[in-house]
T-cell receptor
Framework: GDSVTQMEGPVTLSEEAFLTINCTYT??????LFWYVQYPGEGLQLLLK?????DKGSNKGFEATYRKETTSFHLEKGSVQVSDSAVYFC?????????????FGKGTKLSVKP | EAGVTQFPSHSVIEKGQTVTLRCDPI?????LYWYRRVMGKEIKFLLH????????ESGMPNNRFLAERTGGTYSTLKVQPAELEDSGVYFC????????????FGNGTRLTVT
């Protein structure tokens, strides 16, 4: 069945370090791909998305490129800040991009130290 | 505009008891979703309402779980009787009618069954 696999955490970085969180997927058809973020004490928020191969989603300095050949959607940021500390979830949907019936990865907790 | 609100934020109950979780979606959002994250695992889809109708309840784990959405407004998720494995964080999300309208999540209800 459809699934998402993302790197296990927790990930601890120093401020201004480079961040990569790996995400790969298995899906029938052509999924839309998402990264969600959950800050402490808050709900999930959409961070970025890509709906077709080679699309790049970007927001708040984060980027991820939809790679069909490697079935990947790795999240990157060139210089993390303490305020980026959160849990990051990779997700996909195959229902035409409506985002409703999402399939999530297990989440990766990121801690950024000053 | 008010976001998706969930009540309570935390609930601790004993095995065999009943718990009812509530979700108030963003006003005017026809689509309402319930998700659950069991400790250390993926966030899993439970079900999807369109107004008061259940569009997809394929993720409901068993018949101890009952979801309702009276009048197409707020929704409740009742667990009766609760079991230890029901512990986790229950998220509600809503979105508008348009296909690519974004999904808005609540902060979740953390349920602990002892």
């Amino acid at each position: 069945g459809d699934s998402v696999t993302q790197m296990e955490g927790p990930v601890t970085l120093s401020e201004e370090a480079f961040l990569t969180i790996n995400c790969t997927y298995t899906a029938t058809g052509y999924p839309s791909l998402f990264w969600y973020v959950q800050y402490p004490g808050e709900g999930l928020q959409l961070l970025l998305k890509a709906t077709k191969a080679d699309d790049k989603g970007s927001n708040k300095g984060f980027e991820a490129t939809y790679r069909k050949e490697t079935t990947s959607f790795h999240l990157e940021k060139g210089s993390v800040q303490v305020s980026d500390s959160a849990v990051y979830f990779c997700a996909l949907t195959i229902d035409g991009g409506s985002q409703g019936n999402l399939i999530f990865g297990k989440g990766t907790k990121l801690s950024v130290k000053p | 505009e008010a976001g998706v609100t969930q009540f309570p934020s935390h609930s601790v109950i004993e095995k065999g008891q009943t718990v009812t979780l509530r979700c108030d979606p963003i006003s005017g959002h026809d689509n309402l979703y319930w998700y659950r994250r069991v400790m250390g695992k993926e966030i899993k889809f439970l079900l999807h309402f369109v107004k008061e109708s259940k569009q997809d309840e394929s993720g409901m784990p068993n018949n101890r779980f009952l979801a309702e959405r009276t009048g197409g407004t707020y929704s409740t998720l009742k667990v009766q009787p609760a079991e230890l494995e029901d512990s986790g964080v229950y998220f509600c999300a809503s979105r508008g009618k348009r296909v690519n309208s974004p999904l808005h999540f609540g902060n979740g209800t953390r349920l602990t069954v002892t």
